[in-house]
T-cell receptor, first 111, second 114 residues
């Protein structure tokens, strides 16, 4: 049973297009992180959101934490080939010791 | 400024052999996590360790798998009597704080069991 479901699982788009990736759960998290992982490497943290309804922007990437802190979205504007990679969301709880990682979204941006 | 160092990067073992994966955390980090990843999938939590202590091993199989993080030296994930289903990428992450906080990942160790 996967605690965090991401959609879509695979996404292939043309350079310049916009896209949104979703991370959903029936559980509440105290914080939610987004990571990007490139082939053959470990995940690298992009952002952490902790407040329900919070929106954070990182250049062309916009991250939102749902009001109920059960879901999150990542929106990329004008995607570039360098955005290609596996995007992972991860939820943390105050009472726990671990982050629960989502199923991942594999993004390919075609030049 | 060394990040998390994992070795070996690639390991091939035959069924029944032992696999030892090493992880040196970021200097000053005393919290280490091990995750397992299958191709095109997310990361599955295995174990969380602090220096000399296992804090949470709820994601680690009870048999054949063990982990340690000694006072001196790297953290080690040990898999005894490997089977084909153990083939995966194993990632180590370290954190300066007790979890959950920002995780700094290594590049992973890719185990192939023949």
């Amino acid at each position: 049973t996967q605690l965090l479901e991401q959609s879509p699982q695979f996404l292939s788009i043309q350079e310049g297009e916009n896209l949104t990736v979703y991370c959903n759960s029936s559980s509440v998290f105290s914080s939610l992180q987004w990571y990007r992982q490139e082939p053959g490497e470990g995940p690298v943290l992009l952002v952490t959101v902790v407040t329900g309804g919070e929106v954070k922007k990182l250049k062309r990437l916009t991250f939102q934490f749902g009001d109920a802190r059960k879901d999150s979205s990542l929106h990329i504007t004008a995607a570039q080939p360098g955005d290609t990679g596996l995007y992972l969301c991860a939820g943390g709880r105050d009472t726990g010791n671990q982050f629960y990682f989502g199923t991942g979204t594999s993004l390919t941006v075609i030049p | 400024n060394a990040g998390v160092m994992q070795n070996p990067r690639h390991l091939v073992r035959r069924r029944g052999q032992e696999a030892r994966l090493r992880c040196s955390p970021v200097k000053g980090h005393s919290h280490v996590y091990w995750y397992r990843q299958l191709p095109e999938e997310g990361l599955k939590f295995m174990v969380y360790l602090q220096k000399e202590n296992i804090i949470d091993e709820s994601g680690m199989p009870k048999e054949r798998f063990s982990a340690e993080f000694p006072k001196e030296g790297p953290s080690i994930l040990r898999i005894q009597q490997v089977v084909r289903g153990d083939s995966a990428a194993y990632f180590c992450a370290s954190s300066p704080l007790r979890g959950p906080g920002e995780l700094f990942f290594g590049e992973g160790s890719r185990l192939t069991v023949l």
